[in-house]
């Protein structure tokens, strides 16, 4: 009906007029060849390319190991679990997958979502069935996913400055002291790649008697002796109530956890409705993500890490030496500040298809106006040639397009 296509239309509409409408690049990576892949125009044509913004950051979507897992596990049991984990979904490979998160985050247990996005707003907007009153305290730059479960919930919150613990400090201070509250925060920002002040967090958490609630998704697999983390390679992590990570990242698989301990995991299983009322996990995935996990806990992970925070080196380093306004706290995402969302698409658009590199001009509602930016990920798979292809091109645009060379101070 016409009146109903109108306002279709006109939401649609906004979206171009305010330069944020979305448009997906058609991909294909090719298996033991990434960061490789095969991008279809919308012609119909296609064209090598190099993906620079992908979240695979350790290329463990082919890892022979996950690989085997999970054709292992579809030729046992079968494509999909065939039910909710309360009828019928439950198996091995979900238990396997639960037990070795819970020793990866040394947790007494942990319980797997179909995404870190649906364990986010679960468990948040659950613990406040669980404690009536609860007021949480969200960092202002926390992920939609952590944003949406404290909406949802309805109760009190506050929202404290990005990474500010003089200000959390005052909000926490201003509460009545009995009542029950939690800490919402993250390890790793990924568009700024800024970690989060975990260990100030926690001694605010225990001066006011908070319990803290820490989204991993950007930081497991890659950081920590085993890859638990930032709160892991801090000394941090037992101080943290719940650890929320992804297996779709790093893990290169795909789904989401909560890690805690036997009694929260047990609430949550038994009231959250995103966790209740939807089907598990298919085992193949489950067995590939327990797979990945075990593999990134052991010295083939340490490897890895290592090269992974070598490359990001490498590639801030020649960057800034060519004078680009880098966002640099010391992490492995690499943003390159441009500051306006019309240049910002025209360069991607250039690397895309004069460079064969792809990386996603980054946008408002995604960051604030002005601070438009591209982000690089490299990864143990973008290799030297790789790296120099992207430093070239990004020299030659920033000429080209007469861009700024001033130092950003991060
Ligand atoms: C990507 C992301 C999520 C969601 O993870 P998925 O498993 O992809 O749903 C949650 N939190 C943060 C900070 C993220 O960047």
């Not at 012609?43 to 190099?50: A, E, L």
């Not at 697999?221 to 638990?228: L, Q, S």
């Not at 089907?279 to 890490?305: D, N």
Request: glycine share 10%.
């Amino acid at each position: 009906m016409t009146r109903y296509d109108d306002a279709i239309d006109a939401s649609l509409q906004r979206l171009h007029d305010e330069g944020r409408y979305r448009t997906f690049i058609d991909i294909a990576r090719a298996q033991g060849h990434f960061p490789h892949a095969v991008w279809t125009k919308p012609d119909g044509s296609r064209k090598d390319i190099t993906v620079w913004c992908g979240n695979d950051y350790l290329g463990m979507g082919q890892h022979p190991e996950v690989l085997a897992a999970m054709h292992e596990a579809l030729d046992a049991t079968g494509a999909g679990s065939g039910g909710t984990r309360n009828i019928s979904g439950t198996t091995v490979w979900h238990k396997r997958l639960e037990a070795e998160l819970a020793d990866l985050h040394r947790k007494e247990a942990a319980l797997v979502f179909t995404s870190a996005y649906i364990a986010n707003d679960a468990t948040l907007s659950t613990l406040r069935v669980i404690f009536p009153g609860l007021i949480i305290y969200s960092d202002a730059l926390n992920h939609a996913s952590m944003i949406e479960g404290v909406r949802r919930g309805g109760g009190e919150k506050r929202i404290f400055r990005h990474n500010d613990v003089a200000h959390l400090r005052e909000l926490l201070a201003k509460d009545d002291p009995a009542a029950p509250k939690l800490i919402a925060f993250e390890s790793i920002y990924s568009m700024d790649g800024d970690f989060g002040p975990i260990r100030e967090i926690c001694d605010l958490a225990e001066e006011f008697g908070a319990l803290t609630y820490l989204d991993e998704v950007h930081a497991v697999g890659m950081y920590g002796p085993r890859g638990a983390g930032v709160a892991e390679r801090d000394g941090q992590m037992h101080r943290v109530d719940i650890i929320n990570g992804t297996l779709a990242k790093a893990y290169g698989v795909f789904g989401g956890y909560i890690a805690a301990s036997a009694r929260t995991v047990d609430a949550i299983r038994s009231y959250a409705p995103g966790f209740i009322f939807t089907t598990s996990l298919p085992p193949a995935v489950a067995a590939g993500a327990a797979a990945s996990v075990r593999f990134l806990k052991g010295q083939g992970g340490v490897s890895l890490r290592e090269m992974h925070q070598t490359q990001a080196r490498i590639l801030k380093t020649r960057l800034k030496a060519m004078g680009l306004p880098l966002i640099d706290h010391g992490s492995h995402i690499v943003p390159v500040h441009v500051g306006n969302p019309v240049h910002c698409k025209m360069l991607s658009d250039m690397l895309l298809e004069d460079h064969g590199i792809y990386v996603q001009p980054i946008n408002f509602p995604t960051v604030p106006r002005g601070t438009e930016r591209l982000r690089f990920t490299p990864s143990p798979v973008h290799g030297p040639s790789e790296i120099d292809t992207l430093v070239r091109a990004m020299d030659a645009l920033w000429s080209h397009c007469a861009l700024n060379r001033a130092e950003r101070v991060a």
